[in-house]
């Protein structure tokens, strides 16, 4: 009888140590409000409602006035953009966006995807919502939510959403096709902007969430880099039995924990010790301390828009031509680092000029400019650490662009992300890779949801 009963529990005792550690590692969901004043007592208002973009005549009178009034600073010798935008090349941008920029086209392309607001939790919601034109018999798309960063917008997704959702007629491989949800983060584009503080990355993967619920979804993959790489991460946290895959181009740099330290010091000689692989030494070493450098180089409007968002934020809603070269520079270095060589900073040799002015408008005739920078401050701190120790468990697929801010090796990655079934290396492309490389994204995006719907991964 005591052998029975002493047994029953260190039974019960295992069960019980089984169930709280798989309780602690879902990340709690919570639940806000970010409206204006109190919660009222009402239930909220879930309709869908259809939206289009639309500017008046004045706002784009008013835009040219200021865009004639800009004042430029005259850049050093031979600085190219070593002290950030050059002036001189800003000149023909802000010339460009003043006399030759279409606007009204831009806005008709915009609108060429079926767009909508809905409000969860207080506010509102904007999204891109587009199904694939025709499924065979027997056919079902798959829900992708695909969440953008900054300084980003929905239209870095414009040109991968007709490969995902029409993948045959792009010679696109896989047989999946996707029925994609890009929403605007709240305080970004047309998403309404939080009227309270503590909107972190965990409550804008609850609205998500919510949204991908109210969309009638139980189950879908996230896509995302930047900030849509936290977001997407915190959802598969707080709903891992929602998301059926996440795949992303960007990851955090990991908690230096002794591992990490180490690998950094030792790594080149003993990679396999740290479970580097040849191309991670080739990427870490010998140029590790000219990677910290560039890391610090490259985080300034990090520390800013952490500390005193407002601040800076204020000046560059007031004025056009500088919204555009604080926008427009991370658009040069973080697609590659070697365009500060050059005066134009390389950004035609990625994109069109109507591409990055797009842009560049969405953030100007929403004034939103001020609300996404905040969101750094609010995902500073202690609400980063916090979230931190939940590891994700759902399958995980990464993207790692050449050119991306810092290189992050799968031996680090997946001290976070315990489930990687994809890890590639793609031949070219830096952070906006949906934007600047949409073809390879794709590719990989289906790749990674290949083996997820077969399985091939450890459970």
């Known amino acids: 009888m005591l052998f029975e009963t002493l047994l029953a529990m260190v039974l019960g005792t295992v069960i019980y140590l089984f169930l709280t550690k798989k309780k602690e590692e879902v990340l709690p969901m919570g639940d806000g409000w970010w409206g204006k004043g109190q919660k009222p007592d009402a239930e909220e208002d879930e309709t869908i409602h259809p939206f289009k973009v639309e500017t008046s005549e004045a706002d784009i009178i008013y835009l040219h006035r200021r865009l004639d ?21 800003l000149k023909k941008v802000v010339s460009y966006w003043r006399n030759h920029f279409n606007w009204k086209k831009q806005v008709e392309i915009l609108n060429k995807f079926p767009q909508f607001k809905t ?6 919601v904007h ?47 896989g047989g999946h096709i996707f029925e994609i949800i890009a929403p605007s983060i709240p305080g970004y584009g ?12 965990v409550c804008a993967a609850r609205v998500f969430y919510k949204l991908m619920r109210r969309l009638g979804f ?44 180490l690998s950094v010091l030792l790594g080149k000689y003993l990679p396999r010790l740290f479970g580097f692989k040849p191309k ?41 031509m500088g919204l555009a070269a604080y926008i427009l520079e991370k658009f040069s270095t973080w ?17 069109s000029l109507d591409d990055l002015l797009t842009n560049v408008m969405i953030y100007w005739v929403s004034g939103c400019i001020v609300p996404s920078m905040r969101f750094y401050k609010e995902n500073s701190g202690k609400s980063m650490k916090k979230h931190e120790k939940f590891p994700v468990h759902v399958p995980t697929g990464i993207a790692s662009f050449p050119h991306e801010i ?5 031996a680090w990655v997946q001290q976070k992300y315990v489930n990687i079934i994809s890890f590639n290396y793609m031949p070219r492309g830096g952070h906006f890779a949906a934007f600047e490389e949409p073809e390879l994204l794709a590719g990989d995006v289906v790749q990674f949801v290949e083996k997820v719907e077969k399985g091939n991964f450890a459970k």
């Open 69 to 89: 009034e800009a004042r430029y600073a005259e850049p050093l010798e031979d600085s190219y953009f070593h002290y950030g935008f050059n002036s001189t090349y």
């Open 119 to 124: 409000k969860i939790e207080g506010i509102d």
């Open 127 to 173: 999204f891109v919502h587009v199904k694939p034109s025709h499924l065979l018999e027997g056919q079902s798309a798959k829900p992708l939510l695909m969440v953008h960063g900054w300084p980003g917008s929905f239209y870095e997704f414009y040109k991968i959403i007709p490969l995902l959702t029409d993948p045959a007629s792009h010679c696109l491989k």
């Open 190 to 201: 047309f998403s309404e902007a939080p009227n309270k503080k503590g909107f972190d990355g």
């Open 218 to 261: 139980h189950e879908f993959y996230i896509q995302g880099g930047d900030w849509g790489s936290l977001i997407g991460t915190n959802l598969a946290r707080i709903a891992p039995s929602h998301v059926k895959g996440l795949h992303l181009n960007f990851v955090a740099l990991p908690s230096m924990r002794c591992k990490v330290l």
């Open 280 to 320: 991670d030494v080739e990427r870490l070493f010998p140029f590790m301390p000219k990677v910290l450098i560039t890391l610090l180089m490259e985080s300034g409007y990090f520390h800013i828009q952490a500390t005193k968002p407002d601040t800076a934020g204020c000046g560059l809603n007031d004025s056009p």
């Open 335 to 351: 697609t590659d680092p070697s365009f500060q060589q050059l005066e134009d900073g390389g950004l035609e040799k990625k994109f």
């Open 406 to 410: 810092i290189y992050i090796p799968q």
